[in-house]
């Protein structure tokens, strides 16, 4: 987690979440994204919400796509291949 201001009872850091899917030809590189996340005023972990409003998450890295022989960025698209397999990992993580 990063940089730290204080609201209140809340402390707002953020946490950098990575993506890079390998088995994609046309995604030659990884994504990033910082999150912001709000801690009790003791900055306990465990007391910790990660918000992942599409609002809030700030790129870090952009992806890069091949489309017929051209390399071009796509904001929509990285947010297509970021968020399922997030969604997917917490929707898991809640029914176990």
Same mark, same amino acid.
Request: hydrophobic share 35%; aromatic share 12%.
């Given at each position: 987690?990063?940089? &730290?201001?204080?609201?209140?009872? +809340?402390?707002? $850091? $953020?946490?950098?979440? +990575?993506?890079?899917?390998?088995?994609?030809?046309?995604?030659?590189?990884? @994504?990033?994204?910082? /999150? %912001?996340?709000? *801690?009790?005023?003791?900055?306990?972990? #465990?007391? $910790? =919400?990660? *918000?992942?409003?599409?609002?809030?998450? &700030? %790129?870090?890295?952009?992806? /890069?796509?091949?489309? !017929?022989?051209? @390399?071009?960025? !796509? %904001? =929509?698209? !990285?947010?297509?291949?970021? +968020?399922?397999?997030?969604?997917? #990992?917490? *929707?898991?993580?809640?029914? $176990?």
């Amino acid at each position: 987690m990063h940089g &730290e201001c204080d609201s209140g009872d +809340w402390t707002t $850091s $953020s946490a950098e979440v +990575w993506y890079n899917n390998p088995g994609l030809r046309d995604m030659p590189n990884q @994504l990033g994204f910082r /999150l %912001p996340v709000f *801690c009790d005023e003791f900055g306990s972990e #465990a007391d $910790s =919400l990660v *918000c992942c409003h599409a609002a809030l998450i &700030e %790129p870090i890295q952009v992806g /890069l796509y091949f489309e !017929d022989d051209r @390399l071009l960025y !796509d %904001p =929509l698209e !990285d947010f297509d291949r970021f +968020w399922p397999p997030i969604k997917q #990992a917490l *929707c898991e993580a809640v029914s $176990s």
